[in-house]
């Protein structure tokens, strides 16, 4: 057999839900819409789609596929190719070290949302304890915006000083900032409660997890809109600026946004398609995930930029002076424009309890799939699913706790500008040439229709041999221009030693000549095909006939 027993969804709305939560994220709140205004606003739109539909779309398909052809997480995906496997320990381990940080940042709305039961709100004013002389709080025509720096506002310290107490730089790690921790603590303990008995309470609870941040997001976006200067910052955020389609940046820029939000090369898609009934049409849903992860993305920048248009129209400044990226965006600028809303309170607490749950679905996910990867290689593990859930949460909540420290989030900042630049993209490319060079397109053909009933369309056939590797190639490239420095090169570089490492004791172990090695290990193993017994019968069935014979596509659905 391929792998034994393994679970199932309770159906597919709860695959689907699952994924989107995997797929929507803080990212799209804090990252997408900043980089949408940067870089030429609605003209971003334009390479974002075609990189969609030309490149992310076809991963996303080509991952729920194979792993719900084999019932496969990211390592025994790769049954399919033996001498690429170091790629699914790759993965593993670049979802172990996003864990690490991630984790820690999901610890930040439960510390705001804790401070946002405070009135007035602790981040609403200078003068407290925390403050130092650099304050000044945002008033109209406000010199905090054109200061470069020689003053602060009370927001930026309140979070920098009051919640993170945060060192100099990376060198200093300093001591545990121990209200991080508890709060570090109180995610894992929900995580793990949340994927103890494995897909099936996952399931479950991605219900409320990924429903309630849309209500929430449709809440915040009437209230956004309905503010003085809103439509101010709308117009920022979308207006086209069509000279910025020239830049090569903003086309990286648009690949690597898709890379981070959609998750192919990540295992995620894998570990959650592995779930899936043999014969459910995957082809739909991979159409409807990245759809909708992109639309929140467009979505949740009307409702950021509609509180920063708010926010520079009460300021007296361009919109442009308040919009920042990353952290900043959610943890800064967002809760300064919170304070000059009326209930500020509400809209606060509301706002972190959003990105609390944006957060914490996509950390069932990748976390199922460090489990799955695990349990799909050592099947006799299975029977103690929750005992290696609850290690695999220990260890990683062990390993979360240097960003816990005082310079925990320089060591996030790092780990988070470079630990997928050039893992994620390889990852995926070796997926194409497993499928669509070793084991080639007649065959994955064969099996889609042996799958699903339906056949694969010559065009994606076409975009994955093609146009999708050679989109890959020049993000490997581009992203390893954006490497800083040892530690960044360090963290870059790490996950990919597994593909080498796993690709040297294959050809090590095996006979023959260097070339017949390679071969050798080229082949599909015992353990690649579907894991049901009697489906797998029929598959090979299925294969020696189509291998033996001039069989037509056509006379595979009779199997």
Known sequence: MAGGQREQWGSQVEYLLSCLGYAVGIGNIWRFPYLCYRNGGGAFLIPYFLTLFICGIPLVYLETTLGQFASAGCVSVFNLNPLLKGAGYAAILLNVIAITYFATIMSYPVLYIYHSMSSPLPWQNCGNSWNTDKCTEIRSNSSFFTSNGSITTPEDEFFHIRLLQMSPSINQIGTIVWPIFICNVFCWIIVYLSICNGVKSVGKIVYFTVIFPYLVLTVLFIRGVTLP???KGIKFY????????????????????????LGPGWGGLLSMASFNKFNYRNFRSSIIIPLVNSGTSIWGGFVV?????????RAGVPVGEVATAGPGLAYVTYPAAVTMMPASNFWAVTFFVMLFFLGIDSMFVTIEAVIAGILDEFPVLRSRKKLITFLTCFVLFLLSIICNTEGGLHVISLLDSHVALACVPIVCGLEIFAALYTYGPKRLSADVLFMTGQPLGRLWIILWRYIVPMILVIIVVYSLKEVSGLPGWFVALISLVCIPIHAIKMLYNSKGSFLQRIRDNCIPNSMWGPAEADIRQRWEEMNKQFQSTDVKLNDIEKY
Do not use: C, M, N, R
Not at 238 to 261: C, N
């Open 305 to 313: 930029f509609s509180v920063l248009g708010f926010a520079a129209d």
């Open 229 to 231: 200067g809103a439509w």
């Open 238 to 261: 979308i207006i086209p600026e069509w000279d910025h389609l020239k830049k090569p940046k903003v086309w990286a820029d648009v690949a690597t946004q898709l890379f981070y939000s």
